[in-house]
């Protein structure tokens, strides 16, 4: 099965993206999630199917919450995933 994406970044949080079906749009997405997003602005599109590799999500996971939801939220990275070598400060 294949799917047409949109892709959208998010004006507030840098690295979050919002993926829609291209047809509906952002029509699904709850208007809640919206007023954090912020002013989502139009990165891409993509023709999603198994085969795809994306840089930050599995592309079934993304398929499927996107026909579930109507949507797939990425959040930025964590900077412990940035850099494996990054150790959280543990206070004592």
């Given at each position: 099965m294949k799917?047409?994406?949109a892709v959208y970044r998010s004006s507030r949080t840098e690295?979050?993206?919002?993926?829609?079906d291209h047809k509906e749009?952002?029509?699904r997405v709850p208007?809640?999630?919206l007023a954090r997003f912020g002013q989502p602005a139009r990165s891409m599109t993509l023709v999603?199917?198994?085969e795809r590799k994306l840089?930050?999500?599995d592309v079934a996971?993304?398929?499927?919450?996107?026909a579930d939801k109507g949507f797939y939220l990425q959040l930025p990275p964590q900077p412990e995933r940035?850099?494996?070598?990054?150790?959280?400060?543990?206070?004592e």
């Open positions: 799917r047409i994406c690295g979050m993206y919002l993926y829609v749009d952002l029509s208007d809640d999630l999603l199917h198994a840089a930050r999500a996971k993304v398929m499927a919450e996107i940035l850099n494996p070598r990054v150790v959280p400060e543990i206070d």
